[in-house]
DNA sequence: CCCGTACAGATTGTCAACAATCTGCAATAG
DNA sequence: CTATTGCAGATTGTTGACAATCTGTACGGG
């Protein structure tokens, strides 16, 4: 047996949903508005949902919501992917390290950890450049969740579903990723989170964080990357035992 | 002249801070349900803006939503008021240093900062302890602004909102605070953001979030810290130039 | 006596109509 | 000719009614 939950998600998290698609077809493009009653008459359903659905996608920042004046599809910037970046490493680095904290390898969520991993090896998947993105944005998304702090889940979790409509919009090539370095350095990541070794763990991560935005801004014609991974991340400058007591 | 913007609030917005209002002198608490025609008869609205009010409040963790089943509001644990200050401690770090790299000092916005700091100070606000940290809350998230990083800063924003309602529900006592070292502290935090001395910010902040949480656990009957913030936040523990290049 | 089912009340989800607000354009005054 | 004002259309905000779903209780079979 084993059943899918009945219903997966509710009517406005499909407008979401699909208006988040429309994003990644091009039907949808940054400036565009979204008007209500149109949204409601082409999906079938009321006004309702779909606002509602508009102000998870607000909440998101996929869209600017101004009062009584409705939601504009966003026009982000590199600098927004690479805020986006900067949230991931400092609050996956967080995730890693409580997740390290308890006994995390012995849990039955792991096993399911290391299955999405299993699927970014797929030949079918590694094709599609969105399909093995979301694949790797859900590994993450699942490794991160063993750490069991729900909020910092849910802001990586956010920018998770931001990358792909950002990568797609602001129209970042990323085709010639090197998909055998990016499962060693998760094999890496995961084998670091079970035998508890903070440093790989750390390491791993930082990296990978450090590869993808390289791999965006070689593709994205005028990016600037220094000054932002490069000049550190404060935290790291000075050494913590200075600030004990 | 100069007026005020018109309309500060919309209703949904309105309708949140009135429940967070409820959380704040008991009228509500934790376990409680929030049922939406309820709401809506006692404010004289409808429906629909106390349903978004809900949403809002939902988003932020609050009161947790189950479909069809409505909104009750959340039994927060002294672990969610831990992770609630791990987020920022790590965010604002990020906030100060990025604030840093720009031209910071000079920005009509480091004078509103100043004039926030200054608040701290007048005898009436002190006298509330509700009221302090509401409005020390306020220069905090003043000062985050700084950096110019939206999401980041949204984030820090949404964790000030829940503090002073988890510290409410919880029963946290808050009252022997030392108002003149937390100005203090907080005089030498913003000093080190004037003169870019990143050494200094970084630990004037975290001297901050280690008094604040101390205090709270000292009020608070069975608090586990340790483990949090003294073991280390993992960015930390390694020297980040080994990970260069 | 225990378990599963059927119902009734309560509550959320959805809808379509109405009110309030905004935007752009045209008319008017200076 | 430029700037302000007033309007019409478009769109969001709000409302009350209806439909779908859930919760708890009472009934009936085993």
């Not at 607000?58 to 966003?74: F, K």
Request: proline share 4%.
């Amino acid at each position: 047996m084993s059943f899918e939950p009945l219903h997966g998600l509710s009517t406005p998290e499909l407008v979401a949903q699909r208006i988040r698609e429309a994003l990644l077809d091009g039907t949808l493009r940054p400036g565009d508005r979204l008007i209500e009653a149109d949204i409601a008459a082409e999906l079938g359903v009321s006004r309702g949902p779909v606002r509602e659905g508009i102000r998870l996608l607000g909440a998101e920042g996929l869209v600017v919501l101004r009062r009584n004046r409705g939601a504009v599809i966003t026009s982000p910037t590199f600098e927004d992917v690479l805020e986006v970046y900067i949230l991931r490493l400092s609050l996956g680095l967080l995730a890693l390290n409580h997740a390290m904290q308890l006994d995390v390898a012995s849990a039955p969520e792991f096993a399911d950890v290391e299955l999405l991993l299993a699927r970014l090896r797929d030949p079918e998947v590694q094709e599609d450049p969105l399909l093995m993105m979301e694949a790797d944005l859900h590994f993450q998304s699942a490794l991160f969740d063993l750490c069991g702090l729900s909020r910092i889940t849910a802001v990586l979790d956010q920018t998770a579903r931001d990358i792909p409509v950002f990568v797609k919009v602001l129209g970042i090539t990323y085709d010639d990723v090197d998909h055998a370095a990016l499962i060693e350095r998760h094999q890496r990541l995961i084998e670091a989170v079970r035998t508890r070794h903070r440093a790989d763990a750390d390491h791993a991560w930082r990296e990978h964080v450090r590869c993808t935005v390289g791999e965006f801004a070689r593709g994205y014609p005028d990016a600037q990357v220094e000054g932002i991974f490069d000049l550190p991340l404060m935290h790291h400058v000075y050494d913590h035992h200075e600030y004990q007591g």
